[in-house]
């Protein structure tokens, strides 16, 4: 890792520029003095006082009180430490904040709204709240076994427990026991089925869809848009259902 690349790694972890900079140069010389600190890291001698107090403070650098003063970092386990203390305080600290602003759901419809998704983890969340939100139906449609998460899995059965009508449709036999002991119908669509997998789905009521699909980026592994109580989302509900009727005639 490059000179830069650490620092921009310490900026990520919450250290303003200056600090950062101060504080790689440290790991370079060991001890230092401001001039001498100054003159690895490019920070004018007249900031690394201050950068290298304000590091002293959150517990990164010792400051030995000679003439020059002199500077020492804590070892990389101290510091690896403080600052992850120091994210999890703030982390915490911002998501309560976060909570107290947060207003209720609103309950208006928006007829016309569609929503975006990105990650395996996001889009489980939504499916799983979508879910429970049901009335009277859900279809869940689950290509591969590792398409149904624990997590979604326990929100159909909750469903299915208090009388809702929960069908999973999947391409994968092995997904009939799973639930033989529950009150949810599987599908298994055959290789025949005309409507290829393009990814997970999800209908709720008849009014709500969520429909996902794989990507290619290294970053995201999977992107969904869904609609609830909207026109989009009731006409998608019909195409969902037709191809639904349609595999199962194929596949009795």
């Given amino acids: 890792m490059s000179t830069r690349d650490a620092v921009t790694a310490l900026k990520r972890l919450g250290l303003p520029n200056y600090q950062a900079r101060t504080f790689v140069a ?15 890291s490019d920070v004018p001698r007249s900031q690394v006082y201050g950068a290298a107090d304000d590091l002293a403070e959150r517990g990164l650098v010792e400051v030995t009180e000679s003439s020059p003063k002199e500077y020492r970092p804590v070892s990389l386990a101290t510091a690896r ?19 107290q602003l947060r207003t209720a ?3 208006r419809g928006d007829d016309q709204s569609v ?18 939100s049901a009335d009277s139906r859900v279809v869940f449609v689950a290509p591969e076994a590792s398409s149904l998460s624990e997590q979604i899995e326990t929100k159909l059965r909750e469903q299915a427990a208090r009388g809702m009508f929960v069908t999973v449709v999947t391409a994968e036999e092995s997904e009939r026991p799973r639930f033989s002991e529950s009150s949810i119908t599987v ?10 997998f393009a990814g997970r789905a999800l209908m709720i009521d008849d009014r709500t869809v969520l429909l996902s699909v794989a990507t290619d980026d290294d970053t995201v592994d999977e992107e969904a848009m869904w609609t609830a ?8 509900t019909q ?13 009795p």
């Fill in 105 to 107: 759901p609103s309950a």
């Fill in 229 to 236: 109580g909207s026109r989009i989302g009731r006409i998608l």
């Fill in 239 to 251: 195409f969902m259902q037709s191809g639904i009727e349609s595999g199962r005639e194929r596949n």
């Fill in 187 to 196: 599908i298994v669509m055959g290789e025949d089925n005309p409507a290829d």
């Fill in 81 to 99: 430490e403080q600052l992850t203390n120091r994210l999890e305080r703030e982390r915490e600290r911002a998501f309560d904040n976060l909570a």
């Fill in 26 to 40: 440290l790991q370079q010389l060991g001890t230092g003095t401001a001039q001498e600190i100054s003159d690895v």
């Fill in 115 to 132: 929503s975006t998704l990105r990650g395996r983890q996001p889009i489980d969340d939504r499916i799983a709240k979508l879910v429970e």
